[in-house]
């Protein structure tokens, strides 16, 4: 059942926030919403369906998730329909992301240099 903005003021923003991450909460989303954020436009499923190599079944329902949140937003033209993000925030959002990650892996590289620096240790 999706969200409504109603059961969202009643309910606590960290819940709400945890929503948030659980819709977002999957390789193949987090993909879509990278594609549409390096587009900066309104993108074509066919286009969303060529870059990630998804089955059109699992991408709807991948986007239905991300729609069903407030994420990302859907508009038929025609014969074909055009998603793009529904906050310009949300790329920041995944930028934030992959900033982190970088940061947290390259402390990791860094610890396991250390480690291998040390002397060898001898067998009991």
Do not use: C, W
Request: hydrophobic share 40%; charged share 20%; no cysteine.
């Amino acid at each position: 059942m999706a969200p409504s903005f109603r059961d969202s003021a009643e309910r606590p923003l960290y819940e709400i926030k945890a929503n948030l991450f659980k819709a977002l909460a999957h390789p193949a989303r987090i993909r879509i919403l990278e594609i549409l954020s390096s587009t900066g436009r309104p993108t074509p499923v066919s286009e969303i369906l060529a870059e990630t190599g998804l089955e059109p079944t699992l991408l709807s329902q991948h986007l239905a998730v991300l729609k069903r949140h407030y994420v990302v937003s859907g508009e038929r033209v025609g014969n074909a329909v055009y998603y793009e993000l529904a906050h310009p925030k949300i790329s920041e959002l995944l930028l934030i992301a992959r900033t982190f990650l970088t940061d947290t892996l390259g402390a990791r590289r860094d610890q396991l240099e250390m480690l291998g620096s040390l002397p060898p240790v001898g067998q009991p």
